[in-house]
């Protein structure tokens, strides 16, 4: 995963975090010429900020109709290991509805019955992670 920072060139926090990244860093500063190449997707809250982190999903599927299941979505940092420690709140959307949720033991598990075939699309969105974006099918 590449790890991402955003700051801005002018704040004197950013330029002290700047002084301790490795190189294995991309950095973003927000206000000058990499407002114009900023990656589309991660909202940022705050500045400074470090993308270090994403959601990991292996599907279990098939998922079928009228039959109960559970998603899991692993939080993981950029070395792939498990953020089992993770607390931070996750805006989920599901098919467009959002839903607050917080992982445990870096887990987050969504439970879904749903009356017919359909595609469910399930977007999330943490502090520090990467966004997130996969569909699971339900079949009849």
């Known amino acids: 995963m590449q790890r991402m920072f955003f700051h801005n060139q002018h704040d004197k926090e950013s330029r002290e975090i700047l002084q301790y990244l490795k190189n294995d860093v991309k950095v973003y500063d927000v206000f000058g010429a990499d407002r114009y190449s900023l990656p589309e997707g991660i909202r940022l809250t705050a500045l400074p900020y470090m993308v270090d982190k994403y ?22 940092d950029y070395l792939d290991q498990p953020a089992s420690d993770e607390v931070g709140v996750f805006r989920v959307l599901i098919n467009g509805r959002p839903y607050d949720l917080i992982p445990e033991k870096g887990v987050i598990q969504i439970e879904f019955t749903c009356p017919e075939a359909t595609v469910i699309n399930i977007q999330i969105e943490g502090p520090g992670y990467l966004p997130f974006e996969a569909e699971v099918v339900v079949v009849a």
């Open 55 to 76: 959601i990991d999903f292996k599907p279990a599927g098939p998922y079928a109709a009228t039959v109960p299941f559970v998603l899991e979505f692993n939080c993981m």
